[in-house]
């Protein structure tokens, strides 16, 4: 039963699981592909440019050799170099992940928030109008392509009703602030720019909406669900066999029981607004890792596309195993 | 007793009860019944596209490019004049051809995978699920944009990059199943008369693990074809002229402000057929579930 | 002479609505618990105990429904009160355990939070004092449970079964209840445990003054505890009286039916069975529920419900045959 051990753990597993990622992108990013310089160049590209790029870019050394240059590379931090941007890759991250995280948390809240209410409420409030309500917004949550929902809403509410801003994280004319944390919000409001504060708020709702409206419904789903079945068991009985107020009931007995499956869930819907970050910065031309990692496999830029994945999968793995952990400290009985 | 006037055995009873009671449970949701019907819809639309679908849907014709729906357009036309209506139509042939070898390949894959790795347990077990880990670390989209990227956008690709993606659930299924059975008393009964591990798996532990597989598999219908339209809609997936709903969605983005409907359409067309899977997916995890059958 | 009885359960009916229909569960209970009584409700699975037990708590949920009746508690009909007035009888004057103890109980809550959470409704006491925490102690230590600050902090899944059970007894006695209801609550136990927990029950219920409504199915138990006894079959009481007369002088044929199939030290004759099955309570039997399986049915059987008559001293019995016989003299 104890806590710490099962961090423990649960970190060297990680470790292990991110050497196999390395593998797996490496394998993908060097191993599947027939001709990676050839795609780049293009086909008619006269065998000595090509034989030099090689060289350049070390591809004409053995897979082993490049193999562990690679891992050497990523343990020291080397990402290796965009063919695009021509900057490290390591520098590309570090300049574009701070939008996607700020996406992302700002989705996250909106839909644990959204999706946990909405859960509970449709479980106490069972077959009444909410419940309804609640689950017709849930299936369609789960239903409609991120994609899809993104430019609807920016059809309507950009273009045709004109609330909302466009594409983007800031309006164009306005200068952004100064980059400390890489976060609009954060930054505005360490700099004191109140302008581009609100501007930045107003630019993340859409996005963020869209980007958690899946993640709302699955939360409510999970919620509601969980909810319901543990609102039949012989605890919930014998507490109110107490005298205990339904309220109380609720609040202090099912909740946390209900909550269970509810964190798994949050955990696996940030894996999936990691991969809808991919998709709803392209529509709304967010600049943020999703849409780097998107351009950077439409030309074949290998380096970037090894590195960005990495860095999402380690992320992604991060989060996970955070999820773990609280899974194992709200439920006693996990701590195995 | 009988039924329909044949007489059939009593010990058949508790079965056909139970049967009764599903499809009682059936009718009963109204959300399922929606679901059956979507489904059913696309299927038949799927199989009856090239007889119903009144232009060809990739023949362009620019005199005609970029009107508004019309009697003669249902749908409207794209900026290469193409009907979308077809292309809508055409294109849930690709989704389900998409869906089904998908579902074929990662869950015949995945399966085998965890049954292996569920009955031979110990550094099997070990190696192939710290693999399943590795996969699993990515999170869906990113993987198959990866897959599909590097080996070149086409729709046998996408099909083959999801499948990589998703084998990996039905492994864990199938591998907690085979565990189960694995420690029942008639497979020792087996391995007592001398049966070998090949034929204990496939005659014993794979029969039992086929069901809560393809529940799974039709529980994760909606996704594969969100997954797939994603894809499309990188460009990572089926290319032009292909009638794939995501890339269509994507097509129709430069010109979303005056002419909506290149990339509503399509995008209807997802939405609802993900709605129909997700509805009948629900509803049939609803009836499976023993506490919830009253 | 009805006011000196605690609890009077008259005429209740009690349905549940399921995908074959209307489950009649209850159709028209009616007994009594007096004072300081140790009363048995004995019958078979899906005879309706349970359902009786939860009415009286008011914990039936949907799809059930409480119809008719009136249960008296103490002079009040807890079927006309207020949930919030009912909140305090189930807080303050009737204790309920159940069958299975480490269900009963919350996963994630240490047992020390969910029994101070109960003294501190009967009590009116704050749920983090120290008077809570002593109060606690004391009724841990009255239960025999050893070390009970160390259990305290315990969670539920680290007890044993009798322990668990313990527990909850304690918990329904925090609030020194007028009744305590007991669901089956050996039949998931040990046969060593489950005396024990018996005894202690008697044991604290004459040192609390407490009524006790105890629902099983095994008969020796209820021969050994009960004052009285209640026969209860397919959603009806069928005969009640003190376990002495019932164990003597049966004459239901239903009670004699289950009372001849308890096995006997010497026995040599085949037990005897009671033929038929329990019915399907959807479509139960017209008139007394029993008569399909009688051996001593007649017409009037399955056409009227037989009415509860007193055929001796504090024993009821609802069978035509004493009707009848009643009628006629």
Not at chain 2, 6 to 29: A, G, N, Q
């Amino acid at each position: 039963m104890n806590l710490l051990n099962f961090i423990v753990r649960r970190l060297l597993l990680m470790v292990l699981v991110l050497f196999g990622v390395l593998c797996i992108v490496f394998i993908i990013a060097n191993v599947i592909p027939a001709d990676p310089i050839g795609a780049l160049l293009g086909g008619n590209a006269p065998p000595e440019v090509v034989d030099e790029y090689k060289k350049k870019l070390g591809l004409d050394k053995p897979l082993a050799e490049r193999f562990v240059s690679y891992l050497l590379g990523v343990l020291r931090g080397d990402l290796g170099v965009s063919f695009r941007t021509n900057r490290p890759v390591l520098e590309d991250i570090k300049k574009f992940f701070p939008a996607t995280m700020e996406l992302a948390i700002a989705a996250t809240i909106l839909s644990v928030i959204l999706g946990i209410w909405l859960g509970v409420a449709s479980a106490v409030n069972r077959n009444k109008g909410i419940d309804h309500f609640a689950r017709v917004f849930s299936i369609l949550g789960v239903s409609m392509p991120v994609f899809w929902t993104g430019l609807l809403l920016l059809l309507i509410f950009y273009y045709k009703l004109d609330i909302l801003p466009g594409p983007g994280r800031l309006d164009i004319f306005l200068t952004p602030p100064k980059r400390i944390t890489g976060s609009i919000v954060i930054d505005s409001l360490l700099t004191g720019n109140w302008e581009a504060l609100k501007n930045g708020l107003l630019h993340l709702i859409m996005p963020a909406f869209v980007l958690g409206y899946s993640a709302t419904a699955s939360i409510a789903r999970i919620t509601r669900a969980s909810m319901l079945d543990v609102l039949r068991q012989e605890y919930i009985t014998t507490a109110r066999s107490k005298g205990l107020e339904e309220r109380k009931v609720v609040r202090n007995h099912a909740l946390r029981n209900a909550l269970i499956p509810t964190v798994t869930i949050i955990g696996l819907t940030f894996g999936s607004l990691l991969e809808g970050a991919v998709l709803t910065e392209t529509v709304f031309s967010w600049p943020g890792l999703g849409r780097y990692i998107t351009n950077g496999y439409l030309v074949l830029d290998y380096p970037a596309v090894m590195g960005g994945t990495l860095y999402i999968a380690f992320i992604y793995s991060l989060v996970n195993l955070i999820v773990d952990i609280i899974y194992a400290f709200l439920d006693p009985r996990m701590r195995v | 007793m009988r039924i329909l006037g044949i007489p059939v055995p009593e010990s058949y009873k508790p079965m056909i009860e139970d049967l009764k009671h599903t499809m009682y449970l059936w009718r009963k949701s109204r959300l399922t019944m929606v679901g059956t019907i979507i489904v059913l819809a696309f299927l038949m639309v799927a199989i009856v596209a090239p007889f119903v679908a009144p232009y060809d849907p990739i023949e362009q014709n620019l005199k005609e490019k970029l009107l508004p729906p019309s009697r003669e357009h249902l749908f409207g036309t794209d900026q290469f004049g193409r009907d979308i209506f077809s292309r809508v139509l055409y294109g849930s042939r690709i989704a389900l051809w998409i869906i089904l070898l998908v579902s074929l390949i990662s869950g015949g894959v995945g399966t085998m995978i965890g049954v292996f790795s569920g009955y031979f347990g110990g550094i099997v077990d070990e190696i192939l699920m710290r693999i399943t880990d590795m996969f699993l670390a990515f999170p869906g989209l990113v993987l198959a944009m990866a897959f599909a990227a590097a080996m070149g956008p086409s729709l046998t690709n996408t099909i083959i990059a999801i499948s990589l993606v998703y084998w990996t659930r039905y492994a864990r299924l199938a591998r907690a199943e085979a565990m189960r059975v694995k420690n029942m008393e008639y497979i020792e009964a087996e391995k007592a008369i001398g049966a070998s591990h090949l034929r204990i798996i496939f005659l014993h532990v794979l029969p039992m693990c086929i069901s809560p597989v393809l529940v799974q598999l039709t529980l994760r219908m909606g996704t594969i074809i969100l997954t797939a339209a994603g894809l499309g809609f990188l460009g990572l997936g089926a290319q032009p002229p292909t009638p794939e709903w995501g890339a269509m969605v994507s097509d129709g983005r430069n010109y979303l402000v005056d002419q909506w409907w290149i990339s509503t359409f399509p995008g209807l067309a997802i939405a609802i057929v993900v709605l129909g899977f997700n509805l009948l997916g629900d509803g049939i995890r609803d009836m499976l579930d023993p506490r919830l059958r009253r | 002479m009805e006011d000196s009885k605690l609890l009077s359960v008259r005429n209740l009916r009690v349905i549940f609505r399921t995908y074959r229909g209307i489950v009649k569960a209850l159709n028209g209970v009616n007994f009594e618990i007096g004072r300081e009584e140790f009363v048995g409700i004995v019958g078979e699975t899906g005879c309706g105990k349970s359902v009786t037990a939860l009415s009286i708590m008011r914990l039936i949920q949907q799809p059930g429904e409480i119809i008719d009746g009136e249960i008296i508690f103490d002079g009040t009909d807890l079927l006309k009160l207020s949930e919030d007035e009912m909140r305090k009888v189930r807080g303050k004057e009737i204790a309920m355990i159940f069958q299975e103890p480490k269900v009963s109980l919350n996963p994630v809550l240490k047992v020390g939070t969910q029994l101070k959470e109960a003294v501190s409704i009967a009590d009116g006491i704050p749920q983090k004092s120290r008077e809570a925490e002593e109060k606690v102690m004391d009724i841990l230590d009255a239960v025999g449970l050893p070390d009970p600050k160390g259990l305290m902090n315990k969670y539920p899944h680290e007890l044993s079964g009798g322990m668990a059970q313990r527990v909850m007894i304690a918990m329904g006695l925090l609030k020194k209840p007028k009744l305590l209801i007991a669901d089956e609550p050996t039949s998931a136990l040990d046969v060593t445990i489950q005396a024990q927990i018996l005894n202690l029950i008697k044991d604290l219920v004459s040192k609390f003054r407490t009524s006790v409504l105890f629902i099983t199915h095994d008969l020796g138990v209820v021969a050994e505890y009960s004052d009285r006894v209640v026969i209860m079959y397919a959603g009806n009481v069928v005969e009640i009286g003190d376990v002495y007369t019932i164990f003597r002088n049966p004459v239901h044929p239903y009670t004699k039916g289950l009372l001849n199939a308890v096995p006997r030290i010497g026995q040599r004759e085949p037990l005897e069975t009671i033929p038929g099955i329990v019915p399907d309570l959807v479509h139960p039997p017209s008139g007394c529920r029993f008569h399909p399986r009688c051996s001593k049915a007649m017409e009037v059987c399955s056409k009227e419900f037989p009415e509860m008559v007193e055929v001796e001293k504090d024993h009821f019995v609802a069978c035509h045959l004493f009707t009848r016989g009643e009628k006629n003299g």
